[in-house]
């Protein structure tokens, strides 16, 4: 794999450990893609994809409590990164707390403008279920 021979030339370029945590989530391989990532912030604990694909590998890895701190962290770092918001809302909602994700999704589908589908779903699926429970009608 090519990801593979650029981490070996650079084992501290968290461009190339991004990418191979990345393809590492898309192949069931959890536990090395969490390792992975944690290289790539290690390595630009700024960057973005890095941050992200941490989050997205430790939810993969059904860790929650890690992935909502990463998510959350990077939120806070990055106010105005509306995917942030949206994956721990995925977060949230995955460990069952919908009325938490309600808002965040809230801002992802405001920020956002609706121009992601996916988002305006899961929103209407947990305002249908909080709704009734919060006492506010449909």
């Known amino acids: 794999m090519?990801?593979?021979?650029?981490?070996?030339?650079?084992?501290?370029?968290?461009?190339?450990?991004t990418q191979l945590a990345n393809r590492l989530v898309e192949s069931?391989?959890?536990?090395?893609?969490?390792?992975?990532?944690?290289?790539?912030?290690?390595a630009d604990p700024l960057s973005r994809s890095a941050l992200m694909s941490l989050g997205r590998?430790?939810?993969?890895?059904g860790k929650l409590?890690?992935?909502?701190r990463q998510f959350r962290a990077?939120?806070?770092?990055?106010?105005?990164?509306?995917?942030?918001?949206?994956?721990?809302?995925?977060?949230?909602?995955?460990?069952?707390?919908?009325?938490?994700?309600?808002?965040?999704?809230?801002?992802?589908?405001l920020r956002r403008q609706g121009e992601t589908a996916q988002a305006d779903r899961l929103l209407d699926q947990v305002i249908a279920v909080t709704a009734p429970a919060a006492g506010r009608g449909p």
């Open 74 to 109: 990077i939120a806070d770092l990055y106010p105005d990164f509306t995917e942030a918001r949206y994956m721990l809302a995925k977060v949230l909602i995955e460990g069952g707390r919908l009325a938490e994700a309600e808002p965040w999704l809230r801002a992802h589908v």
């Open 65 to 68: 409590g890690e992935a909502e």
């Open 57 to 61: 590998a430790l939810l993969q890895a």
């Open 2 to 17: 090519a990801v593979r021979r650029a981490v070996a030339i650079g084992p501290r370029n968290a461009e190339a450990l």
């Open 28 to 42: 069931g391989k959890t536990t090395e893609a969490v390792a992975t990532a944690r290289k790539a912030v290690a």
